[in-house]
């Protein structure tokens, strides 16, 4: 595997890619890898001639210093990792290398940027527009891989694209999850050993709503999933929406949509945990 650096490096090596044909996978990381990233990086591997990873913690996608401050970082690790998996090309860039200028860009990212993570993380999906369009600028890929777990995210992804014209197939992965359900994050290991025993409730939470969705309406359906989480030592929900799959728009009545996501964000302890589900 190789390991690259700078912008100037990444750009010559996959221009030159491209035009012996080549097609490119490319993976954004943000290191710390586990299998629900390794999972992206096997279907990138089956889809493409060629693999490029990226572990960067991208600073401007970041709303709470804290949380950028204890992000776990695991370059040693991840380059392992990635060398196993298969990944040909790991660009493992430094922030100023990144941004050696502040990034002034603000995208118009439209309604499915302003609800839930949008409204809770102000800025955070120009950040991640902003560090994911500077990558597809730079790889120029054929596709480019995103993990469910961050669902809205995706919807995010597909519209910065859009607007700035890049043509990479986005392909979206399912969530991974431990065996008790926990879905896979690189914030599991901020967990404490209580926390941890605690946290799968929030996925067997969301299971038994799909039952209880059967013959509740939206808004008892999102109580009942708020209640039972909140009802665990730890566990603060700070909102359960269910929205369209597409559009990401709070419905009110499971007619208004043909793809109905649940789509939650707990605080176990001061560790921010995501997942969602589909009805
Ligand atoms: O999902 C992530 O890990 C990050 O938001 C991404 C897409 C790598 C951009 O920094």
């Not at 693999?51 to 392992?80: G, I």
């Not at 469910?148 to 597909?158: G, M, S």
């Not at 399912?174 to 929030?202: H, K, M, W, Y």
Request: proline residues 6%.
């Amino acid at each position: 595997m190789e390991i690259i650096r700078t912008v100037a490096e990444l750009e010559a090596r996959t221009a030159d890619l491209r035009q012996q044909g080549r097609s490119i996978g490319l993976v954004p990381t943000m290191g710390a890898l586990h299998a629900g990233h390794m999972s992206l990086v096997k279907r990138a591997r089956e889809e493409n001639d060629i693999v490029v990873a990226s572990v960067f913690v991208n600073p401007t996608q970041f709303n709470n210093p804290e949380d950028l401050r204890t992000y776990p970082r695991t370059e040693q690790a991840d380059c392992t990792l990635l060398e196993q998996g298969g990944v040909d090309i790991a660009f493992i860039p430094t922030a100023e290398e990144i941004y050696p200028e502040p990034d002034t860009r603000v995208f118009d990212l439209g309604p499915v940027a302003e609800v839930m993570e949008g409204a809770m993380r102000p800025g955070h999906f120009n950040g991640v527009a902003q560090i994911v369009s500077k990558l597809f600028a730079m790889t120029c890929p054929t596709r480019a891989y995103f993990g469910e777990k961050d669902f809205q995210q995706i919807a995010v992804i597909r519209r910065m694209t859009e607007l700035e014209g890049f043509d990479p197939e986005i392909v979206p992965c399912p969530i991974q999850r431990e065996q008790d359900g926990l879905a896979l994050s690189s914030r599991n290991v901020r967990l404490t050993p209580e926390q941890r025993a605690i946290a799968p409730a929030i996925a067997k939470t969301l299971v038994s709503s799909l039952d209880w969705a059967k013959t509740h309406n939206v808004e008892q359906t999102k109580r009942f999933v708020t209640e039972t989480v909140n009802s665990f030592p730890h566990m603060k929900v700070e909102y359960y929406e269910i929205v369209d799959g597409k559009t990401m728009q709070p419905v009110s009545d499971w007619s208004q949509t043909k793809e109905p996501v649940g789509c939650i964000t707990v605080f176990c302890g001061d560790v921010r945990l995501i997942d969602n589900i589909r009805y």
